[in-house]
């Protein structure tokens, strides 16, 4: 499906295709596979050399567990500058620890006001954002249906994630370029 017309998000199989519109006007395409028994163990993507070589600076929201901590720990042994963003501060203090080129800030997605500013000082003291990866998320069963975990849900998955997808958007929009992800 086509969320803007600069992004386009295709689901086949195990595989998500995000295609991005960089600041040279050409697309890019990043293929992220899933793997079916442990989709947070396992994270392949199939990107460009261009693609990699033009990166220097990633914003991960979600970055304390999960996916989001693994592609940062990625990022970080490749030496780019590298934002992490989550809800427990320990562990994003233990993934900054002794790592220069990373800078983290504490905040929570279902606080929209607070994260943006946190999004903002991130995004400050960077410099400038040039791959945005929005892991952040929850799930829960709820075989009863009770309204609060629902409710959280949205809170998390919908409101939250809307409004850091929107900050990185128009982020980019000023600074005329950059990638957006999101698992």
């Known amino acids: 499906f ?44 199939i990107y460009s050399n261009d693609f990699i070589n033009m990166q220097q600076r990633i914003v991960i929201l979600g970055a304390t567990s999960g ?53 903002q000082r991130i995004y400050q003291r960077m410099g400038g954002v040039d791959l945005f990866l929005q892991c952040s998320g929850i799930g829960r069963m709820n075989a009863n249906l009770e309204t609060s975990i629902e409710l959280s849900t949205i809170d998390t998955n919908t409101r939250g994630w809307t409004t850091c997808i929107c900050w990185a958007w128009n982020t980019f929009m000023k600074q005329g370029h950059g990638h957006l992800a999101a698992i």
């Open 2 to 45: 086509v969320l803007t017309n600069w992004l386009s998000i295709f689901y086949f199989e195990k595989f998500v295709f995000i295609h991005t519109l960089p600041k040279d006007g050409y697309f890019q395409s990043i293929g992220i596979m899933l793997s079916p028994s442990n989709a947070f163990s396992y994270l392949c993507c």
């Open 67 to 119: 996916i989001g901590k693994e592609v940062a720990k990625l990022y970080i042994q490749r030496g780019w500058m590298v934002g992490i963003l989550g809800r427990r501060t320990a562990l994003l203090e233990e993934i900054a620890n002794n790592h220069p080129n990373v800078m983290y800030e504490t905040c929570d997605v279902c606080d929209t006001a607070l994260c943006i500013e946190a999004l």
